[in-house]
């Protein structure tokens, strides 16, 4: 599925959700984005979602910088 498909949007507006549960606020497009780019540049997070499935942090990243674009901004 595309990252910017909408099948996947309701799967990260649950992320974005649980996020915002964590953070006491719900980040907006540039928290986001920095959230996104953590995910994919710091290998215990990377790790963690390789671990789920290969490709996955790849796609997890994408799927929310699309997000953070089309619904935040």
Do not use: C, I
Not at 3 to 17: D, I, K, S, T, W
Not at 18 to 42: I, S
Not at 47 to 60: C, K, M, P, S
């Amino acid at each position: 599925m595309p990252a910017n498909g909408e099948a996947v949007a309701p799967l990260v507006a649950r992320h974005h959700a649980w996020v915002a549960a964590a953070w006491k606020r719900a980040p907006d497009a540039p928290a986001y984005r920095v959230l996104a780019d953590m995910y994919a540049d710091h290998p215990d997070f990377r790790a963690r979602y390789e671990g789920r499935a290969a490709g996955f942090a790849d796609d997890l990243v994408a799927a929310m910088r699309a997000f953070a674009e089309s619904r935040l901004s």
